[in-house]
């Protein structure tokens, strides 16, 4: 079965500090989107990769086709970080499989 | 450019009744979805076109139906809404699978 796990669920940690959040999936896949889902509840496309790191701003993105594992790092946390930070895998030809999400809250 | 639009916010429905979320884009995008957020869980694809006059079903098609008449708009139909059909509903448009993707702001839907 095509899975996504997300962790940590939950995270808090003081402004500065740096984060990260990781997925992790069960079998091969063509793409990993990042998502950035704010209090408000809007969704925004942070990152899309398939290998190797991208960067943008204090937001860095990884992935181990390997070891079928992401991360999403963030530098000098900021309070205006804190939303839910979500993975979406596409598996071969499929639509996008969601994590449950990591919850972020930055503590000024 | 708006982007993604999504109308109405905010809605609350009887059970039985009908109604339509309305999604336009002014990007020319050909890929349009629409997912449904329930508490806990993630983003469960509803359904999605890959063209005008293209639609497929996702995960969750049941008690819905769409339609894709122009590039620009995606309207998603619920039918006789029950219960179950309480969630928040995201339309979603890209250039292609391989893309990524544009949200709109979310349709929080109750029905009671």
């Known amino acids: 079965k095509n899975e996504v796990e997300q962790s940590p669920q939950n995270l808090t940690a003081q402004e500065g500090e740096f984060i990260t959040i990781n997925c992790s999936y069960s079998?091969?896949?063509?793409?990993l989107h990042w998502l950035q889902q704010h209090p408000g509840g809007g969704i925004v496309s942070l990152f899309m990769?398939?290998?190797g790191k991208k960067k943008h701003g204090r937001l860095i993105a990884t992935i181990n086709i390997q070891e079928k594992h992401s991360s999403l790092h963030i530098t000098a946390s900021h309070p205006r970080d804190s939303a839910v930070y979500i993975c979406?895998?596409?598996?071969?030809?499929?639509?996008?499989?969601f994590g449950t999400g990591t919850r972020l809250t930055i503590i000024p | 450019n708006a982007g993604v639009t999504q109308t109405p916010k905010f809605r609350i429905l009887k059970i039985g009744q009908s109604m339509t979320l309305q999604c336009t884009q002014d990007?020319?995008?050909?890929?349009m979805y629409w997912y449904r957020q329930d508490p806990g869980m993630g983003l469960k694809l509803i359904y999605y076109?890959?063209?005008?006059?293209?639609?497929d079903k996702g995960e969750v098609p049941n008690g819905y139906n769409v339609s894709r008449s122009t590039t620009e708009d995606f309207p998603l139909r619920l039918e006789l809404a029950a219960p179950s059909q309480t969630s928040v509903y995201f339309c979603?448009?890209?250039?292609?699978?391989?893309?990524?993707?544009?949200f709109g702001s979310g349709t929080r839907l109750t029905v009671v």
């Open positions: 990769l398939s290998s």
């Open positions: 079998v091969g896949i063509s793409a």
């Open positions: 990007m020319n995008h050909n890929y």
């Open positions: 979603a448009s890209g250039r292609g699978a391989n893309y990524g993707y544009t």
């Open positions: 076109s890959v063209g005008a006059g293209i639609t």
């Open positions: 979406a895998v596409r598996f071969g030809n499929e639509k996008l499989t």
